[in-house]
């Protein structure tokens, strides 16, 4: 890194890059520029820190790109909007390879280009350890964004996408076990290492002549963040768990004594997206009705309050069923 | 910072926070979202590291915070553009007090009321190292954003603050001198722990009848970010030191037996302006003319190359003159 130095980087990460339609003005001044063609628009922004959010025994430097970009386009997306830019900073240590920046950049673009937009500007600097953020942009879909706080008492709740892979890809690492031993391990662990939301299905919603008065992403599990989305709209939520059962995962469970259950319940980092539509409507093809909103407040699974951990918060050690990746 | 929790934590930080007229939503859903009045935004990101960036034993949280949003802003002003909105990327240690992330938040607030924009979202992780990175948004103050590449020959070269403070602060802390000893070394030393931006001087210049055709802040170092805009112009340009001599600086250097001249003309970190104005107009009142625009490439000043170290680039340790706060 120290021979290359930080413009030459720069240039050697932009090289042969094309910008989407949104941005203006791309990586090279003070800063970068973008159309907001609804006169308004959407921004997310997440950090990831080594040991903390990925592990590089684990992860290599393309699913690092590739997990930072999608957490900040679920985001987006989680908003009823799509992503049309992104800016990354980068802290990395000084002994770290040319060729793993060059890697974590592919990693970006790679799913810059599922997502939608591109990377418009970004800033790296030496760190003593790996720290990435990402702060991403999105014109919304619809005319106004989709908020959590629109679900009302009648509606109904579906995902987009199935919960608790990468929960399960994280067992499967943690407990150092050997992929090949162990059916659908594989699957789980690339959902770990790099999730891969199910963005056209949110676009699909949108396009559609009901699209969801209440939107969110599953970040910090399906629990928590439902809890979330019951706090912002005033409602209450109601689970059910069969329509959550997962063959593949209640077998790869099994082979680990492990609960695919609380995988499904209180996993996050899959970025699966959940959304209430209004009473009588159908969710359109893709998403999965998992329940219904009802008056009063809090979230239960199956007319009872789960009792296991609910998911994921920084700072807390004791409710968290989220990987912590320190060593 | 365990015992409170992310979501609390981010409750205090957040309670009796006024957002500014352009976020239509703030914090507490899947992203914020904010106006673009002109139908285009723009964007800025930087990251600071401990260590690398500030040190907890030279500036309190405040003025991290201050730093933080003042070179984000600063970014978005050198485009001829006004702040609107932030957010803001936290990996705070476990061990670190509530009081010291309040403290933080206070400082961005502070700064974000100097150059307009509130902190419209967030995140908050746990991270071995304090780092912090902000994303700054803007309204372009003109029709157009004005970058580094309007300058043509014949132009006038005019700076709005004057550089070398920060770089000046930065030699009596890292000398472990006694700030009572040496007159101007407060002012020098404050300059370096939050720099001031002269960000009105940046509206009174798009808000004449000649606003500047070229625009950029000095973060590298005067030399090397002219050098940048000389590159993206196309140009040469030429600096004339006389006008920069600082005769409070000089005093301080003499004391310190140091260089005014090189703090001066290589100093980043004070985020003053710089701009190019057009062949036989007049900069309005408080910006200096330094130099002018010509025909060719490169940066001299007096005529001559100069010959010492240019500026900061991230990951050179040989031709910078900007502090690494590493120990």
Avoid at 155 to 180: C, D, N, Q
Avoid at 203 to 213: I, K
Avoid at 257 to 283: C, K, N
């Amino acid at each position: 890194m120290r021979d290359l130095g930080e413009f030459a980087l720069i240039a050697r990460i932009n090289a042969g890059r094309e910008q989407g339609p949104a941005v203006q003005l791309g990586p090279g001044d003070d800063a970068a520029v973008l159309a907001a063609v609804r006169g308004r628009y959407v921004v997310s922004t997440d950090m990831l820190i080594e040991d903390r959010h990925f592990r590089l025994d684990w992860s290599g430097p393309a699913d690092i790109g590739r997990k930072a970009i999608a957490q900040n386009a679920a985001d987006i997306y989680a908003m009823g909007a799509e992503p049309v830019g992104y800016v990354v900073g980068l802290g990395v240590p000084e002994r770290t390879p040319v060729d793993f920046v060059t890697a974590f950049a592919d990693g970006l673009w790679s799913e810059a280009a599922r997502a939608g937009g591109s990377i418009a500007g970004g800033d790296i600097v030496r760190s003593p350890h790996l720290v990435i953020s990402v702060t991403a942009f999105g014109d919304p879909l619809g005319e106004q964004p989709v908020t959590r706080s629109g679900a009302r008492a009648g509606g109904i709740l579906a995902i987009a996408g199935r919960p608790g892979r990468s929960a399960a890809g994280y067992a499967v690492l943690a407990g150092g076990h050997s992929m090949e031993s162990y059916p659908g391990a594989d699957t789980a662990v690339a959902a770990h290492r790099a999730p891969r939301p199910p963005y056209d299905l949110v676009r699909t919603a949108m396009a559609g002549d009901h699209p969801p008065v209440a939107l969110t992403d599953i970040s910090d599990g399906l629990l928590a963040d439902l809890g979330h989305l019951s706090e912002s709209s005033g409602v209450a939520i109601d689970v059910r768990s069969a329509v959550l059962r997962d063959t593949a995962l209640e077998e790869l469970a099994g082979s680990l004594e492990a609960d695919a259950r609380q995988w499904i319940l209180t996993g996050g980092e899959d970025h699966v997206f959940a959304g209430v539509w209004p009473p009588g409507s159908v969710p359109p093809p893709g998403w999965t009705v998992i329940g219904g909103i009802e008056a009063g407040r809090g979230v239960t699974v199956d007319g009872v309050r789960y009792s296991g951990p609910q998911g994921w918060e920084a700072f807390s050690g004791t409710d968290s069923a989220k990987p912590d990746h320190s060593r």
